[in-house]
């Protein structure tokens, strides 16, 4: 499994943010691809997830009605669209496949990681 993950940057609390999560490697359509995200000083922590057939998604509680995650299976591209971003949103945001709802978050199987891509939330 390999990913590299890009649209990251620093925006003002409101604002929106489109990340790209490109894959390769492996037989893209048949995972459910799963976004986590690293705040500053904390552990990683799952924010959404997305079956092999683009649906059912699975959102963090926190994002819920903010982001929205998609996928092109031709492209092997999986998105995370951000809006209304808040400060507690800021990390550094990695996309991983085998993911899967668990009662106390997002179960991750593959424990491969791209290099992540930054998300700053602030004025």
């Known amino acids: 499994f390999q990913f590299v993950e890009s649209g990251g940057g620093l925006v003002q609390p409101g604002g929106s943010l489109r990340l790209s999560c490109a894959a390769s490697?492996?037989?893209?359509?048949?995972?459910?691809i799963g976004w986590f995200r690293q705040p500053p000083g904390k552990e990683r922590e799952g924010v959404s997830c997305?079956?092999?057939?683009?649906?059912?998604?699975y959102y963090a509680d926190s994002v819920k009605g903010r982001f929205t995650i998609s996928r092109d299976d031709a492209k092997k591209l999986v998105y995370l669209q951000m809006n209304n971003l808040r400060p507690e949103d800021t990390g550094v945001y990695y996309c991983?496949?085998?993911?899967?709802?668990?009662?106390?978050?997002?179960?991750?199987?593959?424990?491969?990681w791209g290099q992540g891509t930054q998300v700053t939330v602030s004025t």
């Open positions: 991983a496949a085998e993911c899967a709802a668990i009662p106390t978050g997002l179960y991750v199987g593959s424990n491969s």
């Open positions: 997305i079956s092999s057939r683009g649906v059912p998604t």
């Open positions: 490697g492996f037989t893209f359509d048949i995972y459910a």
